[in-house]
């Protein structure tokens, strides 16, 4: 069975950093490509960063609104996927997902887990 | 950027009927490589969105047949037949072809 598990979230200032975590099991972790994706407080939800496979290079992509400030990552040994985010701004509160590509591009999540950004 | 205006915002539906929810495109979702890469994924009250439909049409793993994705270019419908309470919650339409961008949600409720 898949299990995706994010920690890390939490309270912190504007202009502060935060780490999310994303433990994984049940799949070939490091075939795998996995996605961030976070939902705003008006449920709305957004396309973060995806990191591909070994195989790509660990190719890495983001969105517009956090390219710059966040960083995805991955460690193959620990089948887990980091999200690095600095410089946080209010607007980046939300909840934060970490998802699986396997034929849809979000075919597996997590629970997520709440970042909230507020002086 | 591709936006996606889903309609309607609301659907009430009586259980047991059929619920449509559309999805347009401003632009063209069918891919120089010839795929369409719309998918539908459903939120249940207090729970992490879920994967429905890929590739318009396809039905993820376990998903039931009463799901039913279809459309092309830039128009997409997602019907759901014969409604069951599991199935309320927030439809939301994604695109893949041109950046990733979701639509706003439809929230499928009890009439």
């Known amino acids: 069975e898949v299990q995706l598990v994010e920690t890390g979230g939490g309270l912190v200032q504007p202009g502060k950093s935060l780490k999310l975590t994303c433990a994984t099991s049940?799949?070939?972790?490091?075939?795998?490509?996995m996605h961030w994706v976070r939902q705003s407080p008006e449920k709305q939800l957004e396309w973060v960063a995806q990191?591909?496979?070994?195989?790509?290079?660990?190719?890495?992509y983001y969105a517009e609104s956090v390219k710059g400030r966040f960083t995805i990552s991955r460690d193959d040994s620990k089948s887990s996927v980091y999200l690095q985010m600095n410089s946080l701004k209010e607007e980046d509160t939300a909840i934060y997902y970490c998802?699986?590509?396997?034929?849809?591009?979000?075919?597996?999540w997590g629970q997520g887990t709440l970042v909230t950004v507020s002086s | 950027d591709v936006v996606l205006t889903q309609t309607p915002v609301a659907q009430p539906v009586t259980l047991g009927d059929q619920a449509s929810i559309s999805c347009r495109s401003s632009?063209?979702?069918?891919?120089?490589?010839?795929?369409?890469?719309l998918e539908w994924y459903l939120q249940k009250p207090g729970q992490s969105p879920q994967l429905l439909i890929y590739?318009?049409?396809n039905r993820f793993s376990g998903v039931p047949d009463r799901f039913i994705g279809s459309g092309s270019g830039s128009d997409f419908t997602l019907k759901i037949s014969r409604v069951e309470p599991e199935d309320l919650g927030v439809y939301y339409c994604?695109?893949?072809?041109?950046?990733?961008?979701f639509g706003s949600g439809t929230k499928l409720e009890i009439k």
């Open positions: 998802t699986l590509a396997s034929r849809g591009w979000f075919a597996y």
């Open positions: 049940g799949f070939t972790f490091s075939n795998a490509w």
């Open positions: 990191i591909k496979a070994k195989s790509n290079n660990y190719a890495t």
């Open positions: 632009q063209s979702l069918v891919h120089s490589n010839g795929n369409t890469y």
């Open positions: 590739k318009v049409s």
């Open positions: 994604f695109q893949a072809t041109h950046d990733l961008t």
